[in-house]
């Protein structure tokens, strides 16, 4: 799957998110997300499109944020067991979620042994 992909319809239609309402001083913000599933609920969806696409099984999500078009779920996966299990090797992955839980895309952002500290 390519990581530009999108769907055609996307601009045929108009969304919530891109509506703006007065703030009171004359000026406009944009309206906040608001999906129809809950944050468990988008999680899961991610998770599942995301263990389905790869065949490898999603370990646990550690990120969920709204970018202003779409929901962005980052997942870590287990890519390569191996002995010890400190050496296993993982993978982060970005999936892209519509409001309604269906997926627009997903990339692998990061490789690394699981006994690797993260930096930063």
Do not use: C
């Not at 790869?54 to 999500?61: D, F, N, W």
């Not at 078009?69 to 296993?88: G, H, K, Q």
């Amino acid at each position: 799957m390519a990581e530009d992909e999108t769907t055609s319809d996307d601009d045929e239609t108009t969304s919530d998110h891109d509506e703006t309402t007065s703030d009171g001083d004359g000026g406009s913000k944009e309206r906040e997300a608001s999906p129809s599933l809950s944050a468990k609920e988008m999680t899961q969806a991610a998770m599942e499109a995301l263990g389905d696409l790869t065949g490898q099984e999603p370990e646990s999500a550690t990120g969920l944020q709204w970018d202003g078009e779409s929901w962005l779920v980052t997942i870590d996966v287990l890519e390569l067991a191996r002995v010890p299990d400190t050496t296993d090797l993982l993978g982060t992955y970005v999936v892209q979620l519509d409001d309604d839980g269906n997926l627009r895309g997903y990339k692998r952002t990061r490789r690394f042994q699981r006994s690797q500290a993260e930096e930063g």
